[in-house]
């Protein structure tokens, strides 16, 4: 008797079933049924069915991505041998061998229908009742760009490489007209010659490096606006992506990243709306979003909620004009309870013994809660009591903002408390026309109901980028440029809610069997 155990099967003989090799519970079987059920016309459009060999069905296509980013293999190369070599993909792809620049092309060739897609997936969870548009919360996170930071372009270094380009640019072009000349002193004149391939290239890239140039020219005078010396810190753009920026690592330090946001819906998670923006704003990004969800689903989410960055007057004023019940916590514009400067008469001083009491801003100075506005005077008050009458009316983007200082800051005993430094005429406090605004979303969230919608926020909107980078271990793009890396990020969020509608499709099945085989017994 043989030691070891038989093989179950005999390699030679046995012939395996496709079908049979998948359990009828695999996520890969909900998946193509999920797919096949979709409409792919947007997608067929984009195909030639007159010459060429018959195309792959765009659904399995689409169907091996997308099973790759939820199995976490996201290199062309990877799905390539996942179609020949996992029986799950395999069976994806009905046994077809897939090539990975296929793969890759298709991948970014799709971006419209691909949208289509997104917004289908989460049409049909609205109708399960797995989207309910209520609450909602918007954020944003960094993902790294395919990108070294080592490699970098400053003004400075594209404008010395511009001078060296230019300089040999010449010198070809030279040699050219030299060599027109002997041609035309031996063969007589003829044709011009086209520009030799070598100084076409170079065209080509003077022409990219000045794009270049303009971007760090423009970026280096937002830093002087902000204060920050461009010549000892210059703006830099990473050399492989232009497109991304360098900004704060979520890990720590620096690198060429880019700023992906996300919807996602409060009741399971799924995600509304996505984006990829090239810079740290993302505040900007709030109402754009909103509107895309108007448009994608018929209404404006119920209660939207975001963190403290998004709380600018442009964002509060635009959501109280689309009628949105927004939450966000924002700094009171006026004293509150506790504060020493909320008083009945602002024209009185706030006690000495109460003056460590008074609020203080970023800079340890006083904060601008500390000063109270009157309405009728068309003025503040300081926490001594003195006017600080209207000075003049700035309009930065557009926007009024009213300025107001005090002419008697000299010998103040708080001065040194209230003062910036480099003050020169005194402290000022400005107002624009969202103060009111501010003042609204403040009260409201001094509320029981305010307090408690936004503490579901965190959950809410931090759990997709933690699953996504977690778990589909997505926390660096594979794409360079900005359009071929939101079409790679809504690739990714469109696995992530086909991975939710898959387990609830599954789940609600389970729950149909348990409720016949309760009714059977």
């Not at 041998?81 to 620049?101: K, P, V």
């Not at 990219?208 to 760090?216: A, G, M, N, P």
């Not at 809610?497 to 009714?519: D, H, P, S, W, Y």
Request: aromatic fraction near 8%; hydrophobic fraction near 35%; proline fraction near 7%.
């Amino acid at each position: 008797m043989e030691y070891w155990a038989k093989p179950a099967l005999d390699r030679t003989l046995a012939v395996l079933s496709l079908d049979g090799s998948i359990h009828e519970n695999h996520p890969v079987r909900h998946l193509e049924e999920i797919l096949r059920g979709m409409d792919w016309s947007a997608w067929k459009q984009e195909y030639n069915g007159q010459r060429g060999q018959p195309p792959i069905p765009p659904w399995v296509m689409a169907g091996v991505i997308l099973y790759g980013l939820m199995r976490r293999i996201r290199s062309s190369r990877q799905l390539e041998y996942a179609c020949t070599h996992n029986i799950d993909f395999i069976w994806l792809a009905e046994g077809r061998t897939i090539d990975h620049s296929t793969i890759a092309i298709f991948r970014g060739k799709f971006r419209k229908p691909l949208k289509q897609l997104f917004k289908q997936i989460n049409r049909v969870a609205i109708a399960m009742g797995l989207i309910k548009l209520v609450e909602v919360a918007f954020d944003g996170t960094r993902v790294k760009a395919n990108a070294s930071r080592l490699h970098t372009w400053t003004a400075q270094r594209v404008e010395e490489v511009l001078k060296e380009l230019e300089a040999e640019m010449e010198r070809l072009l030279n040699e050219a007209s030299a060599k027109d000349a002997a041609d035309a002193a031996v063969w007589g004149e003829g044709k011009s010659r086209e520009l030799p391939p070598e100084l076409a290239d170079k065209q080509k890239r003077r022409e990219k490096l000045r794009e270049i140039f303009d971007k760090l020219r423009q970026a280096d005078e937002a830093r002087r606006k902000d204060g920050i010396d461009p010549k000892k810190n210059p703006a830099q753009l990473p050399k492989a992506d232009t497109d991304s920026k360098v900004m704060p690592n979520k890990e720590g330090g620096y690198g060429p990243n880019y700023t992906p946001t996300a919807t996602p819906d409060g009741a399971r998670g799924f995600l509304l709306d996505c984006e990829v923006l090239g810079g740290p704003n993302e505040q900007d990004e709030l109402l754009p979003s909103m509107d895309r969800i108007k448009e994608d689903y018929g209404k404006y989410p119920e209660k939207p909620s975001a963190d403290k960055a998004f709380g600018t007057g442009p964002n509060l004023e635009g959501m109280e004009s689309r009628g949105i019940d927004f939450h966000t916590p924002v700094e009171s514009p006026v004293p509150q309870e506790g504060n020493p400067a909320k008083r009945d008469d602002p024209r009185q001083a706030v006690p000495e013994a109460e003056w460590s009491k008074l609020p203080r801003n970023d800079k340890k100075k006083l904060a601008k809660c500390c000063f109270e506005y009157d309405a009728a005077a068309d003025a503040y008050f300081c926490p001594l009591g003195r006017e600080m009458s209207y000075r003049e009316t700035k309009k930065p983007a557009g926007k009024a903002i009213r300025i107001y200082g005090c002419k008697d800051c000299e010998g103040c005993p708080l001065a040194k408390e209230c003062l910036d430094p480099k003050a020169k005429r005194g402290r000022t406090v400005s107002r624009d026309g969202y103060e009111p605004a501010r003042e609204r979303m403040h009260a409201k969230m001094e509320t029981e109901e305010g307090r408690s919608t936004y503490n579901r926020r965190m959950h809410i909107g931090e759990t997709p980028f933690a699953i996504i980078k977690g778990i589909l271990e997505v926390r660096r793009f594979l794409l360079r440029g900005l359009e071929k890396v939101r079409t790679e990020w809504r690739w990714v969020c469109t696995a992530y809610n086909l991975k939710k509608l898959i387990a609830a499709v599954v789940a609600l099945r389970a729950e149909g069997g348990k409720m016949a085989g309760n009714l059977g017994g």
